[in-house]
Structure formats: C-alpha cells, structure tokens
C-alpha cells in the first residue's frame, strides 16, 4: 500500500517539504529511511501531528547531524540508544533513531539495543498501531510496511501488543495501552487484556522506577480530558502500584474529579496558570493522612511547594463552608491567599459537584483565581515614603489597606494613597505613643 497521496492531502506543505528533505538528505548512502510510529498512525486517524518519528536503516546520529545543518536545529543525541532529537526553530521535534533490536536483560529494566532492519525494529515496538512504518526514500516514497497487523487493528479499534513479554519487558506499556484506548476510544484485545492484568497483579508496577511512573502519570495528565483514564487504571487495580495512598475514599472525590474538566475549560484563556499533573492527583489524596502525602511526595521526588498543595487538601472543607456566604473583596482575597492555585481549583471543582448549595462558593472562588488573585494595589512603598513616611513595617499595613479600598470601594490612585498615609500615619503615632509611655515608666522607675 503506498500513502503518498495521503501525505499530501493530509499534511501542510511545509511538513511534507520536511519530510522529503529528510527522506532525501542520506540518498547517496543508499540507505533506507522511515517515518514511524505514532506519527504514521495518527496520519491514518485523520489526527493533527506535526512531530516526526524517524528511523533509518544506516547510522541515525549521521543523519540526525545532517538535518541538523540543514534545518539549523539543536541536536541531543543518545548513542547509548543510538537515538538523537531535533528541536526545530518552529518548536516542533524531530526524533530519529537507527533501526533497533533491544534486550531486556530483566524485567522493567531499560533496553540494550543493536542495529536492525526496519522490520525487525518494529516487532520490538509497544502495541501493533504504533508498529506502523512509511518509507519516505525517493525511490519508495509513500510505502507503508506493516508487519505487525497495524493497518487492520486500527481499523478494528483495538491495541494490541507484539508478544508475550511485552508488559513484563516495560510495564509502562501498561500506561500507554490505557491512554492509546482511552484517547481513541479503542479496546484492548482481549489476550492483551489478560497479559496486562497477569503483569499488574504480579507487580510488575512496582519494578518501575519512582521517576518513571512520575512521568507516565504526567503524560495520562498531559491527554485531553485525563478522567477517563484515571477511571480506567482504577478499575485496572493500577493506583495502589503507583502509591497506596492513592484511592477514591468516597463519591464526593469521584464527583470532584469529573468537575475539573469543566473549570478547566472555564478557566481556558484566563491568566490562571496551574500543573495538570498535580491538579488531578487532588482527588486521588483527598482525605488521605498527612504522613501518607509526605511519604508520597519523598518517594516521587515532589518539591515542598507541591507538598503544600497537598497538605492544603484538608483545609478545603472549611474554605467551601465559609465561601457559602457572600464576602467582601477584601476579605475573600485575605482568606485564599495563602492557598495554591492548584488547591483553589480542587475546591472550585468540589464546589460545583455539590451543586445549587455551594452556589456562592463556586461564584467566590472563581472571581479569586480569575480576578481577585494577582490584583495589587495601584501605589507602592515609595509612594508612601516620597510622601514623607519613614520605612518600617507600616508601610506593608498601609499598602494593605489601599488595597482593601480599591477592591472593596473601587478606589483610585489617589484615594488609595490617601488612606494609605492615614494609616501609616496612624500606626507611627501609635508607635510614639508607646515609646513615650515606655519612657515614662522607666524615669518613674
């Protein structure tokens, strides 16, 4: 089967030009080169993806310094792996590799590869969708080679892996056949099935390096709506593997976790900046104990700024309850400053899966993270002290209640400074107020 036209129909033009740039650059080698892998497959869906997977049967650092001058990219090459990345000036990857067998010498460990047809690097491939090759040399542009079945598997919708070891040689594959069914709505074939439950009630999880998980867990988080695929690895038993503390306690965190998605979207396009990954753990550490969390985050290497966040979880429940009442600015602003972006979003998601009872928290707590969040007022410390205050911890005081003014009374700038003064103003006098009392008793003492 040849996808030549394909090509063209499917791809922008300056993707297609990369790609016969890329299949030409090596000709006079005589060597035989492909694009692979998920980017073939997504071509066949009818699926946007702009960045290549490269193999060649010849030297892939060879060419991967060759596009580099002709693409003016930066280049990190693996000659462990006999692999190299292109980061292009567009900000699109190329990743290109030397055709490849691997050994596993155990289970879970990383491979030892060797050079190999094209054929045989795809045998060694995840799932028969991903084993999916288009040779892009002159000669044989468009060509597909499929010896694994790919073509009829992704036109039956189903992920299917390559022999019997798979999972046992990478149990990350265990990740990815749930993300590749969940993002395509596909199905795991059935003796893939049983393969991936045998290696998850073995253990084979456990095998994997904290680091490893860490990154599958980002890249489930990475996907498009991530709630089905955290559903799907419950019902797999695969969140214990990750960390026992991991579990929905109650109906409440389900809840929670398909509410996220719609404050993420209502959230799209504002100036909140939040990490996914850590987002979507929220439900999963709901209720749990804080020696359980700081176990979780020294095992996974989670920085004590995400530790926070987590330990905040158990403070939601009276940030909801007081949130049902109507605030002032001010005072909303006051009660969720010291809380991460990422727990706020946790508790606006709760809030809306309580429904019409937590009306006033959800309108609450999203005015903070959209509006209330980053407002600062309008004046600074010098101002205050251009003004003829002496530095000193006044200031701040002052600064806070021209801030309380301007989202309380919709104060300007020059409102603003004048309260600002007057408090300061007010605290110095306090201040030698006291001094002076001190004085008076230590002359009479």
């Avoid at 009818?46 to 310094?65: Q, T």
């Avoid at 542009?141 to 036109?155: A, H, K, R």
């Avoid at 985050?297 to 007081?322: G, K, M, P, T």
């Amino acid at each position: 089967m040849n996808l030549g036209e394909l090509i063209y129909e499917r791809l922008p033009s300056w993707l297609v030009e990369r790609i016969i740039t890329i299949g030409d650059a090596v000709e006079d080698k005589g060597w035989r080169v492909f694009v692979v892998g998920g980017f073939v497959r997504d071509l066949l869906l009818g699926r946007r993806n702009f960045e290549l997977d490269v193999m060649v049967e010849g030297e892939g650092i060879y060419l991967a310094k060759v596009l580099s001058r002709l693409f003016g990219a930066k280049m990190i090459s693996h000659e462990q792996f006999m692999t190299a990345v292109l980061y292009m000036p567009d900000g699109t990857r190329i990743d290109i590799a030397t055709c490849r067998k691997e050994r596993y010498k155990h289970p879970a460990a990383l491979p030892e590869v060797e050079p190999a047809t094209a054929e045989e690097d795809l045998y060694r491939r995840d799932f028969s969708i991903n084993a999916m090759a288009i040779d892009i040399s002159k000669e044989r542009f468009g060509e597909l080679l499929d010896v694994c079945g790919g073509l009829p598997d992704l036109e039956s919708g189903l992920i299917r892996v390559l022999h019997e070891r798979s999972f046992i040689d990478d149990p990350t594959r265990v990740f990815r056949a749930v993300r590749f069914e969940k993002r395509f709505s596909f199905s795991i074939e059935s003796n893939t099935m049983r393969l991936l439950k045998e290696a998850i009630e073995c253990g084979m999880l456990s095998l994997l390096t904290p680091d490893r998980i860490k990154h599958e867990w980002i890249r489930i988080c990475s996907e498009e709506n991530p709630q089905p695929h955290i559903l799907r690895m419950e019902e797999l038993d695969m969140l214990r593997w990750i960390d026992s503390s991991l579990s929905f306690r109650s109906q409440e965190q389900r809840l929670a976790l398909s509410s996220i998605v719609s404050v993420e979207e209502r959230l799209a396009g504002s100036n909140v900046s939040y990490e996914r990954w850590l987002l979507y753990l929220m439900p999963l550490l709901d209720g749990a104990t804080n020696e359980d969390i700081e176990r979780l985050c020294r095992r996974y290497s989670i920085s004590s700024r995400h530790l926070q966040a987590f330990l905040q979880l158990s403070l939601l429940d009276d940030v909801l309850e007081r949130t049902r009442a109507k605030l002032s600015p001010s005072s909303l602003k006051r009660l969720l400053d010291r809380f991460n972006t990422e727990a706020l979003i946790y508790a606006l998601a709760k809030a809306i899966s309580f429904g019409e009872s937590h009306e006033m928290a959800k309108e609450q707590l999203l005015a903070y993270l959209e509006k209330y969040r980053h407002e600062r007022p309008d004046i600074s410390g010098s101002d205050i002290i251009g003004a003829g205050i002496p530095a000193g911890p006044w200031i701040g005081t002052a600064l806070d209640e021209a801030l309380k003014v301007k989202l309380d009374e919709g104060a300007d700038r020059q409102r603003q400074l004048e309260v600002a003064l007057k408090t300061a103003r007010k605290a110095l006098a306090m201040m030698e107020h006291g001094s002076q009392r001190r004085d008076t008793c230590s002359w009479e003492g």
